[in-house]
């Protein structure tokens, strides 16, 4: 569930407590087990670079079946920007050329709150 990722991010990366945007990646197996977290990115205040192939890399080489991302707002507001669906899009449509689903991207805010694009039926 995206709480459960939430839970299971803030424990290894510590998002919501961060200055700056950093994103994060779990790569999952075919049954839907971690099997590698990594940080793609770390920005600025209010925005990260992210690229598709810093993203689906590390997702090969595990030869993962599926992908998470999640990153924070510093801001504590976690409503998705327009940068972050645009870049939502473009990291779906390259795991569907390459076989590799992404199954959510969840954005962490303050004070527990988060958003799931796939709860939003973003995804």
């Known amino acids: 569930s995206p709480s459960a ?12 407590t961060q200055a700056e945007e950093v994103v994060v990646l779990l790569v999952l ?6 099997i590698g977290a ?8 209010n925005s990260s670079m992210v690229h598709p192939r ?5 997702a090969l080489l595990l030869n993962g079946a599926s992908i ?10 976690p409503t998705p920007s327009r940068e972050d669906v645009d870049i939502t899009k473009r990291l779906v449509e390259g795991g569907n050329i390459l076989g590799i689903n992404v ?3 969840v954005i962490i805010g303050d004070n527990g709150r988060y958003r799931s694009f796939k709860e939003d039926s973003l995804i």
């Open 68 to 77: 998470i991302i999640a990153h924070n707002h510093p801001s504590g507001d």
């Open 38 to 45: 990594f940080e793609v990115s770390r920005g600025i205040l």
């Open 29 to 34: 197996d075919t049954k839907n087990k971690v």
């Open 103 to 105: 199954l959510d991207h």
């Open 54 to 58: 810093e993203v689906f890399k590390r």
């Open 5 to 16: 990722v939430r839970d299971y991010i803030e424990k290894i990366f510590k998002l919501s």
